[in-house]
């Protein structure tokens, strides 16, 4: 969807300053190390999906989205997931009691503490067979289609309606968008490159480029 999570290439909100990596902690403050923990500790219930935890944060109002860091809008979102998947209700989250028995099928499903350290953070593949072969090839000229979706989508703003070269192909990935609402399906996935003058004008360094992930829904040939 179109919102102010879809950052990339918009004026107005400060220059990116990235920290090296030799020096930037995993975390900055405790508490965020004990937001992520909670995330995939639920996450292991399995009752949503990535695609559903990003639409989510997505859906955040624009002005808390803005204001908040990034494990601050981790936090927004999964509350909004708790309370729509009824593992808890708003009155619970502002008193911290429970007041409901928790549901029978997510008894069956308690996580222990030992099985969160030792849980793989990626515990399954994203491979999905496609029903159609590829339409792009390396070295075609493609286009991202000028499409503004409601749902979830991973085309980022700044791309769409510019020209690029399909540099590989990635096999057939589960599509976001239909993730996001729960449907497991396979989509082709490209890396693009878009050169960098394509993207910003005359004011972009004559050198630079950018390289995307995109899905084929998101692609047409260029003319």
Known sequence: M????????????GPVRPEPESEEPVFHEEWESRVYGI??????????????????REQLPPADYLANSYYENWFAGLLKQLVGTGLASEEELQTGRA???????????????????????????????????????????????????????????????????VREHYGSQVYPDLSSQGVDEGRHLYNVRFEGRDLWGESANVNSAVYVDLWETYLEPAP
């Open 39 to 56: 995330v995939r500790l639920i996450g292991l219930l399995g009752l949503w999906n990535i695609d559903m935890s990003r639409h989510n």
């Open 99 to 165: 007041s409901t028995p928790v549901p029978e099928h997510i008894v069956e499903k308690v996580v222990h503490v030992e099985q969160v350290r030792a849980a793989p953070y990626m515990t399954s593949s994203y491979d999905r067979p496609a029903t159609s072969s590829p339409r792009f090839s390396p070295g075609d000229r493609v286009r991202a289609v000028n499409r503004y979706p409601r749902g979830h989508t991973r085309a980022p703003g700044y791309v769409r309606g510019h020209t690029g070269i």
């Open 2 to 13: 179109s919102g102010v999570h879809d950052l990339g290439g918009m004026r107005g909100f």
